[in-house]
Nanobody, 117 residues
């Protein structure tokens, strides 16, 4: 059974930092590309970061994606957070990198990130 479990979300003040984790089990981690997406209320799910070093323009220079293959875990370090970063953040796995959510086969349950201004 494939499982992606996110953690690390929470409430933070603008300018602060959070690190999200996504622990993956049930699939060959190194054969999949991982991505982070987010969805704010009333908005579509959007790409945040993925592959090795691909980022949405809105988070470039502030967010960093990394993986620990030994732990089957992908991270999203988020610095200089802004109120507009508030959303539910999801990790996802795909056999091919892309920025569309439709290309990802497996999803976590999401973790809420709230940035207060």
């Amino acid at each position: 059974q494939v499982q992606l479990v996110e953690s690390g979300g929470g409430l933070v003040q603008a300018g602060g930092s959070l690190r999200l984790s996504c622990a993956v089990s049930g699939l060959p981690f190194i054969r999949y590309t991982m991505g982070w997406f987010r969805q704010a209320p009333g908005k579509e799910r959007e790409f945040v970061a993925g592959g090795i070093t691909s980022y949405a323009d809105s988070v470039k220079g502030r967010f960093t994606i990394s993986t620990d293959n030994a732990k089957n875990t992908v991270y999203l370090q988020m610095n200089s957070l802004k109120a507009e970063d508030t959303a539910v953040y999801y990790c996802a796995a795909s056999k091919r990198f892309g920025t569309s959510p439709r290309g990802y086969e497996y999803w976590g349950q999401g973790t809420q990130v709230t940035v207060s201004s």
